[in-house]
């Protein structure tokens, strides 16, 4: 099974609110990564946090990353229509592989 | 600057055919990957190449699939035989570090 495996699947948010998304994953890691891809397309690296890293941010987005519980969190604060979209997290694997998980769907409704 | 491109950036085929997608990654990064991405799944690894060293061929699902990259330049992936089952977008991304650069994909239809 895949390594990365967000929750939950889907999310529904008015504009303005805040999303969060969580990635769990099984493995040591010496970093962990956040995309989102927008209508089943290609993916965009949005923020990398390393292992030594507890929180980051970026613009309206935290990162979080605790270790102990092979999980991180990603908040997106203050949403907008344009958010709406799939959200991945990426973890080094053996070798040169990376897991990528199934995703959040993240919908902003305006 | 370009980005990753990919062609065609939709094919439909018939079962049985083979298929060929391409991949022109940024100039300068030495790292490829090829994914396979179902309809409302995650991505799967498929191949990963690094420069001049041998390809990552794990992930590839079967004999039918194959990649080739010349140098660090464009990258094809070839399936054989095409299936059914192999319909899905496959995408292409780049890297000279741990972010990857993603291209818009290719959405293959095997009929």
């Known amino acids: 099974s895949q390594q990365g495996e967000e929750d939950p699947q889907a999310l529904s948010i008015q504009e303005g609110e805040n999303a969060t998304m969580n990635c769990s994953y099984k493995?040591?890691?010496?970093?962990l990564q956040w995309y989102r891809q927008n209508s089943g397309r290609g993916l965009v690296h949005l923020i990398l946090?390393?292992?030594?890293?507890r929180e980051k941010h970026s613009g309206r987005l935290r990162v979080t990353l605790d270790t102990s519980k092979k999980s991180s969190s990603l908040l997106i604060t203050a949403s907008r229509a344009a958010d709406t979209a799939s959200y991945f997290c990426?973890?080094?694997?053996?070798?040169?592989?990376?897991?990528f998980g199934t995703g959040t769907s993240l919908t902003v409704i305006p | 600057g370009a980005g990753v491109s990919q062609s065609p950036s939709n094919k439909v085929t018939e079962k049985g055919k083979d298929v060929e997608l391409r991949c022109d990654p940024i100039s300068g990064h030495t790292a490829l990957y090829w994914y396979r991405q179902r309809l409302g799944q995650g991505l799967e690894f498929l191949i990963y190449?690094?420069?001049?060293?041998?390809?990552?061929k794990s992930g590839l699902p079967s004999d039918r699939f194959s990649a080739e990259r010349t140098g660090e330049s464009v990258s094809t992936l070839t399936i054989q035989r095409t299936q059914q089952e192999d319909s899905a977008v496959y995408l292409c991304?780049?890297?000279?570090?741990?972010?990857?650069?993603f291209g818009p994909g290719t959405r293959l239809t095997v009929t």
């Open positions: 190449f690094q420069g001049n060293s041998a390809p990552d």
């Open positions: 946090i390393r292992s030594n890293e």
């Open positions: 990426a973890t080094p694997h053996t070798g040169n592989q990376f897991y």
């Open positions: 991304a780049s890297s000279i570090s741990y972010e990857q650069y």
């Open positions: 493995t040591s890691i010496n970093n």
